[in-house]
């Protein structure tokens, strides 16, 4: 048995390495609480990213053997290899855009404020409106229907969710959990990207991108720098400027 697992690992040892080295950038998730049919699914929407399982010792002896150190501090107790030849930033884009939501369970902390919308349940009348009730939802029956009357919040961001919460949700087909591969970090070109880093929104970027350009083309424009950006404003600023001395003069000398 014991011959057995050290050749299992060996060859593990050896399929990693090989692995690392076809791809310019290393990531390392954390599998706590992911599901396996979601990786399934991650993999499947993901084709320019390869997800390889493996043991947290075996990654470690891995990412020794080919001059990764770095990373060995950062693992995880339950790690995946994110692999592949896109930047940092478009493998975690990819990943977050494959996100799912799922039930709460007795027992969590709420991620968000779970909020039971005003409208028509579809519940039919009976002990479906007690349990709304008793969780606080303001609640009547119209027709043949439990109606919500108010928007209700019924567990804030970092409650614990109980077993009334739980049935009260699932009655109502409310699934506030989102389901993301956690990313612990990138790697390309010697920089290790946290989660954090690579977590932004693409259009606040850009945003912020034309701001600083019109900025600086102000700023070229104040102190007379001459560029294919600023030279036309800069014209048209000295033509109002020669124009305004112009009428000053004239005013002067009337």
Do not use: C
Not at 46 to 69: D, S, W, Y
């Amino acid at each position: 048995m014991a011959k057995h697992l050290k050749e299992w690992r060996h060859k593990e040892l050896g399929i990693i390495s090989d692995l690392i080295s076809q791809y310019k950038t290393i990531g390392i998730g954390d599998l706590y609480n992911f599901p396996s049919a979601l990786l399934h699914k991650l993999r499947k929407n993901t084709p320019k990213i390869h997800f390889k399982v493996t043991n947290r010792n075996i990654l470690k002896m891995a990412l020794e053997k080919i001059g990764q150190k770095d990373l060995i501090e950062k693992l995880p107790d339950q790690p995946i290899l994110i692999l592949s030849n896109d930047n940092a930033f478009e493998i975690y884009s990819s990943i977050k855009k494959n996100k799912s939501k799922s039930k709460a369970k007795v027992g969590m902390l709420s991620p968000i404020d779970i909020v039971v919308p005003e409208g028509d349940t579809g519940l039919a009348p009976g002990p479906a409106l007690s349990d709304l009730k008793k969780v606080g939802i303001k609640a009547q029956v119209k027709g043949a229907t439990i109606h919500v009357t108010k928007d209700t919040v019924i567990a804030k961001e970092g409650d614990v969710i109980n077993e009334d919460i739980v049935s009260t949700l699932s009655k109502l087909d409310i699934k506030p959990v989102e389901l993301i591969l956690e990313v612990v970090f990138i790697k390309e070109d010697g920089i290790i990207y946290s989660k954090d880093v690579l977590d932004v929104d693409a259009e606040t970027i850009y945003n912020n991108f034309i701001t600083a350009v019109r900025q600086s083309i102000n700023l070229g424009v104040e102190i007379s720098y001459a560029t294919e950006l600023t030279i036309e404003p800069m014209i048209m600023m000295a033509e109002l400027k020669a124009k305004a001395l112009e009428k000053e003069v004239e005013e002067k000398s009337n």
